[in-house]
């Protein structure tokens, strides 16, 4: 029982991050680890994030920008923070729009899940099967209403794949009215937002 006290309480650091206890590093174990990469926790184990292009990074700010100017009270958006899904897994989505009613704005950490509105992902080369299969089961399983894939399509043109939930399966489809989204982005949820996406393409 000792050495399991032991190591239910070790804690990850720069020296042990790659070597996960037997049952997975939890929340609580990687909580303020500082490593020279960006990284996130996926089924208890230190995932780090690959490097991604210009295009992406640009595109995530873009849309960023615009959910911000057309968001309504109370939600909130923001890139790049984790989201708690559960004591072995946050994972760091591109955007997420969330409610902070009741939240501490000066300890927040990972956003809790059932606040969240809104998951976007901009797809790139090494995130392919995480964006387009693992997390939208993972988020449609913990009810996010609606997730959105962005991808490059054949002719470098943006293609916003949006999708909603269903409450009785747990499972995204696609939403009924623009199912994927060119040129412009126009939908009702989580609130209403018009997005040209010709002009976030392009220096």
């Known amino acids: 029982m000792g050495a399991a006290m032991i190591a239910h309480r070790q804690q990850a650091n720069a020296e042990n991050w790659m070597f996960p206890p037997s049952g997975g590093w939890t929340s609580s174990q990687v909580k303020g680890l500082d490593l020279p990469f960006d990284w996130e926790l996926v089924d208890g184990v230190i995932v780090a994030r690959g490097q991604t292009k210009f295009w992406h990074n640009d595109v995530r700010d873009g849309l960023l920008e615009a959910l911000k100017a057309q968001r309504v009270q109370p939600l909130k958006v923001t890139a790049e923070q984790c989201v708690l899904v559960d004591e072995y897994n946050t994972p760091k989505p591109d955007i997420i729009v969330f409610d902070p009613t009741g939240l501490d704005y000066f300890e927040l950490e990972c956003i809790p899940l059932d606040k969240l509105s809104?998951?976007?992902?901009?797809?790139?080369?090494?995130?392919?099967?995480?964006?387009?299969?693992?997390?939208p089961a993972l988020f449609a399983a913990h009810k996010v209403p609606c997730y959105w894939r962005v991808e490059?399509?054949?002719?470098?043109?943006?293609?916003?794949?949006?999708?909603?939930?269903?409450?009785?399966?747990?499972?995204?489809?696609p939403a009924p009215m623009h199912p994927v989204h060119h040129d412009k982005l126009v939908t009702r949820l989580p609130f209403p937002i018009e997005i040209d996406l010709n002009e976030l393409l392009g220096f």
């Open 152 to 173: 490059l399509d054949r002719d470098q043109k943006l293609a916003v794949h949006e999708y909603w939930l269903n409450a009785d399966t747990l499972a995204y489809f």
């Open 118 to 135: 809104l998951i976007v992902e901009v797809v790139s080369p090494g995130s392919r099967q995480d964006d387009r299969v693992r997390k």
